[in-house]
């Protein structure tokens, strides 16, 4: 009891004080106020790569934060590519934390691009994040001026379209200058005609891709040229110093031609060229109306002035041969971008009796040649285009024509009166009697006649003379050609020597005295080294043929160790005059013979006919020709004549293939 006592006062005590400290006389609880709402945010994380490669290809992550949904991220491209291609982006959907991978497109437009990914919260997109990355091709692989040679065909004015020029690349993409000669239909002139302009080049772009093929703009202030002075080409990169090359229109580009050729580094001083030059043209004589080809070789034996001994050249117009004619004339100092102006004399000739070339040097030996003389208000003279050789320190002296040769040519049946549709491939040995005359032996040819359809494959053998004269010019006869090709196949080859250990040209066309079939014909003849192997990285350039012109470029990889040994790659074709990139090809062949020639297969649907049978001649492990040998085949006849040439490539970069 006295226990109770005391707690009840002490409690009593504690209400009392309660209460006077002003309350209410009961309790009286506060809650806090609630949280403000949590913001839906989304990063990065980690933070992307600011730059890539076109090869490569990226992770990204992104993590969407106060999301009770866990809806996951929304990813999409951005980018000011012309052609809307900005790459791929997969998976377009990923939970918050995971991961997608973003792969560049496999063109640019030029050598970079600034792509943006975008990340967004799937429950509300307008909650986003986006990351700029910058795309980089190869373009640093070529810089400096390069020297482009091409012909082909004019959609306007059948055969006859030749270009050559100087573009100066950047190293970024960019080409900042430039100029070029051409020869093409010219719609406006005269309600159309032939004609030949020079241009200066203002400005452009290339971009060169991880696999080696690229394209180039050329923009000019000559809207005569597809009607706003763009001209386009693909490529295919060997090296740093030579690419191949196909024109075809593609993106504002709309010249309506169709070509092939090269492009060479031009050497950074050239001195004006001096002595000896073996040199082959071919297109057409406006004059008479007919294709031509021209070959010879030219002595520049002082300053300016083609004079010197050795100076002789030889035509075919329109089957028929005009030889061993005196040449003479001039040519102009180099200007600027290497570019010389060649005015010849050829009295002999029945026709046109003085020509006028530009020609664009692209060192001391080599100088790509296009007829620059076709002035409508003169009356034109013609349309060919071709290259020279210089002879060097053999200037004068080549008395023998021996060894192991493997040519490539290219011209017309005379039967049509379209380009391209004669092709033809060849090995042979020269052995040289030593008194300037010899023997063809050890020879096969793959030679074809479209418009008359014939096919000539077989071994040969033949004569030569002339070698003795020491200018390097040496005249061959294939004769006893077997199996013995329906209506006779006797060729007159005339061979322009260079020494040194180039290539030689040539002039080819039907003797005079065979009446069917007719043709005429230039090309290079390389002399052939071992080991005659074949296997690796190559780039590629050809023409096709099917009453249409068709060119193009391309990579291919030989395997030699596969069953049975494969081709594999991809190729851009302009194939009736329209532009067709990214077309896989594929193939076989068999393991070549002791003097380099061996069947294959190609595969592609960018190709006129698709599989076709193909001979390849090896010139040595780095390059050689190869010709479509089915235009006739009983079984199933392509009609079709191709010819094409393969040649080492190095890859852009280490992992680049």
């Not at 309660?18 to 980690?46: D, K, M």
């Not at 918050?96 to 990340?119: E, F, R, W």
């Not at 043929?545 to 990889?557: A, L, R, V």
Request: hydrophobic share 35%; with cysteine.
């Amino acid at each position: 009891m006295p226990r109770r006592r005391i707690l009840f006062p002490l409690l009593a005590a504690m209400i009392s004080a309660l209460a006077g400290c002003g309350g209410p006389s009961t309790f009286n609880v506060l809650n806090p106020p609630p949280p403000p709402p949590s913001t839906l945010a989304i990063a990065f994380q980690p933070s992307p790569v600011g730059a890539l490669l076109i090869n490569a290809a990226t992770t990204l992550t992104a993590v969407v934060s106060n999301d009770s949904s866990n809806a996951g991220v929304e990813w999409s491209l951005t980018c000011q590519n012309p052609s809307g291609n900005c790459g791929s982006i997969s998976p377009l959907h990923t939970a918050s934390g995971s991961p997608t991978t973003y792969t560049p497109p496999s063109t640019l437009s030029g050598n970079s691009q600034t792509v943006n990914i975008v990340a967004s919260a799937s429950v509300n997109q307008a909650v986003n994040v986006d990351a700029p990355i910058t795309i980089t091709a190869f373009g640093s692989d070529l810089k400096g001026s390069y020297v482009l040679e091409a012909q082909g065909a004019d959609v306007n004015g059948g055969p006859n379209y030749q270009f050559a020029g100087v573009i100066v690349l950047d190293g970024n993409g960019g080409v900042s200058s430039g100029e070029q000669t051409i020869n093409f239909f010219d719609l406006n002139l005269n309600g159309g005609s032939f004609v030949s302009k020079s241009d200066a080049i203002t400005g452009g772009s290339y971009f060169l891709g991880a696999d080696g093929r690229g394209t180039i703009t050329i923009k000019t202030n000559d809207n005569d040229i597809g009607g706003n002075g763009v001209e386009t080409f693909s490529l295919v990169f060997l090296s740093a110093a030579q690419a191949l090359i196909a024109q075809m229109d593609f993106a504002s580009a709309a010249t309506g031609v169709t070509a092939s050729g090269t492009m060479n580094l031009q050497a950074s001083t050239i001195p004006a060229p001096t002595g000896g030059y073996a040199f082959a043209v071919s297109g057409s004589d406006f004059a008479s109306g007919s294709p031509t080809g021209i070959g010879g070789i030219l002595n520049i034996d002082s300053p300016n002035n083609i004079s010197g001994k050795g100076s002789i050249t030889d035509q075919n117009l329109a089957g028929i041969a005009t030889t061993n004619q005196k040449l003479s004339g001039t040519l102009s100092n180099p200007d600027s971008f290497g570019a010389v102006t060649l005015n010849l004399t050829v009295p002999g000739f029945t026709s046109t009796t003085a020509f006028q070339f530009t020609g664009y040097l692209v060192d001391q030996t080599h100088i790509d040649l296009i007829e620059s003389d076709n002035n409508p208000s003169a009356g034109g003279i013609g349309s060919t285009a071709g290259i020279a050789i210089g002879q060097g320190s053999s200037t004068g002296t080549l008395t023998s024509f021996s060894g192991s040769y493997v040519f490539g040519i290219l011209g017309q049946d005379l039967s049509s009166s379209f380009p391209a549709t004669l092709t033809s491939a060849g090995v042979f040995t020269a052995v040289d009697n030593g008194n300037g005359t010899g023997n063809l032996t050890n020879a096969f040819t793959d030679t074809f006649l479209q418009a008359a359809d014939a096919q000539i494959s077989g071994v040969f053998s033949g004569t030569y003379s002339d070698a003795a004269k020491g200018i390097g010019r040496v005249r061959s006869f294939f004769d006893n050609v077997l199996p013995h090709p329906a209506g006779g196949f006797h060729a007159n080859f005339i061979f322009y020597q260079t020494g040194n250990g180039n290539p030689a040209l040539v002039l080819a066309s039907a003797n005079n005295d065979q009446a069917s079939p007719l043709f005429l014909a230039t090309g290079i003849v390389y002399p052939q080294s071992g080991p005659l192997t074949f296997g690796g990285d190559y780039g590629l350039n050809f023409t096709e043929q099917n009453g249409n012109e068709s060119d193009g470029t391309g990579q291919m990889t030989a395997n030699p160790a596969s069953t049975p040994p494969s081709l594999s790659g991809a190729v851009d074709i302009n194939s009736n005059f329209a532009a067709a990139f990214d077309n896989p090809l594929s193939g076989t062949f068999n393991s070549p013979s002791s003097n380099g020639l061996f069947p294959g297969v190609l595969t592609g649907q960018a190709f006129d006919f698709s599989p076709f049978a193909a001979d390849f001649y090896i010139i040595d492990p780095g390059h050689g020709f190869f010709v479509e040998t089915d235009l006739v085949n009983p079984n199933d006849p392509s009609g079709v004549v191709t010819l094409g040439y393969y040649a080492a490539r190095t890859p852009v970069c280490a992992s680049c293939q």
